[in-house]
């Protein structure tokens, strides 16, 4: 979802639909600096205090605080895209966001994990749709089909708070609303655009506008319509947000960052650092189809990624009751549902990644145009 708003955008008026954002894929070149790891210790922001330096903010990004609500992300014209993101990683872990979405047509709030090789997994609340939230998932950054998106049913996103949860591990990924699982993707291998999330993530939270005249036909549609900035500001609401790093998840006490040992990506090969060391996982008591751990001083690292956020082209509004656990249709095998009484749909028309939306909104919000 959110991308390289962060940096600075190449100046081209041919930033076309740029795809994920990363500064340096270790799956692709050697000699990438390893992820700084939010490590042991649970991390707890609110921002009805203020700010708070875990996050970097965006270039181009200016921020309010609420006392009661938070952090608030405007939208006062074309070209703002409020964003942050944060200053260290997580290997598989749990990241609790409470957060209001920003009406408006076109309008787009995005609550994102990626990785440094483009794995990620989003959050996507329209600003004019009360009624359901999307998540959607990728696999070092493939974008060759759009099938892996679907939506789940939620009281108002746009009036009231809830907490939305990724519950991340090396087996199987929850999307939970205040407390209820609404989607599960399990791990079964399968590579390709299906795969599984699962390298070290950053976390990127963020508003911007996919209903801008310059948008292609497929963005605007998804995305509701076009966006009327006679009816700005367009504010979105984070709270607070909870973050846990699992740290590989096989019984390492203390991470500091996190490198990836060749060029796959997989889970199995990123070891946990602790001060220049291999963290010590003799305490793990879970082993994985691929052995990575043992009992000298290696540990697995999970991998996740922190956004592009592919969209399905366009969303449907049919009738949804409760936050029930939900499954996508006509999705991949490797994705697994939790059950329940309403059906998540899905749409498969091509939509831009978050990412690539990202990185021309990043152009607008420094050049003052936006090209998607």
């Known amino acids: 979802m959110l991308s390289k708003i962060f940096t600075t955008v190449a100046l081209a008026a041919s930033l076309v639909s740029a795809q994920t954002f990363t500064e340096c894929d270790p799956t692709k070149r050697d000699g990438c600096p390893n992820p700084k790891a939010v490590g042991s210790k649970v991390v707890d922001i609110d921002f009805r205090k203020g700010a708070n330096s875990f996050f970097k903010l965006a270039d181009g990004t200016s921020l309010d605080y609420d006392k009661s609500l938070g952090a608030v992300f405007s939208i006062k014209s074309e070209g703002n895209a409020p964003t942050?993101?944060?200053?260290?990683?997580?290997?598989?872990?749990?990241?609790?966001?409470?957060?209001?979405?920003?009406?408006?047509?076109?309008?787009?709030?995005?609550?994102?994990?990626?990785?440094?090789d483009l794995d990620e997994i989003d959050w996507e609340w329209l600003g004019g749709d009360a009624v359901q939230v999307q998540t959607n998932y990728f696999s070092k950054g493939c974008t060759e089909v759009y099938d892996r998106g679907g939506f789940s049913p939620v009281a108002d996103p746009i009036n009231q708070f809830h907490t939305?949860?990724?519950k991340w591990t090396k087996d199987q990924l929850d999307w939970i609303i205040d407390g209820a699982v609404v989607r599960t993707l399990k791990n079964t291998g399968v590579e390709g655009c299906s795969g599984f999330p699962?390298?070290?993530?950053q976390i990127k939270l963020g508003t911007w506008v996919a209903g801008n005249p310059d948008a292609p036909p497929g963005t605007i549609e998804w995305a509701g319509g076009l966006t009327n900035f006679a009816d700005a500001p367009f504010d979105g609401y984070y709270q607070s947000l909870r973050i846990?790093?699992?740290?590989?998840?096989?019984?390492?006490?203390?991470a500091t960052e996190y490198q990836y040992s060749d060029r796959t990506g997989k889970w199995q090969s990123i070891k946990v650092v602790?001060?220049?060391?291999?963290?010590?996982?003799s305490s793990s008591s879970s082993s994985t189809t691929s052995k990575a751990t043992s009992t000298s001083k290696s540990a697995s690292s999970s991998v996740t990624t922190l956004a592009t956020v592919s969209s399905s082209a366009s969303h449907s509004s049919s009738n949804?009751?409760?936050?029930?656990?939900?499954?996508?249709t006509g999705t991949t095998g490797n994705q697994a549902s939790a059950t329940g009484t309403a059906t998540q749909t899905m749409s498969t028309g091509a939509a831009p990644t978050?990412?690539?939306?990202?990185?021309?909104?990043?152009a607008a919000a420094l050049f003052g145009y936006l090209v998607l």
Do not use: C, W
């Open 84 to 116: 942050i993101m944060s200053s260290k990683y997580i290997f598989f872990g749990q990241v609790d966001v409470t957060v209001r979405a920003a009406r408006g047509v076109g309008v787009v709030t995005s609550f994102v994990l990626q990785s440094d």
């Open 164 to 166: 939305y949860t990724i």
């Open 198 to 201: 699962q390298s070290p993530m």
């Open 244 to 254: 846990q790093d699992y740290m590989g998840g096989n019984g390492a006490k203390e």
């Open 274 to 281: 602790n001060n220049g060391e291999e963290a010590d996982t």
């Open 320 to 328: 949804h009751t409760t936050a029930a656990s939900t499954t996508p």
């Open 354 to 362: 978050m990412a690539g939306n990202m990185a021309a909104v990043g």
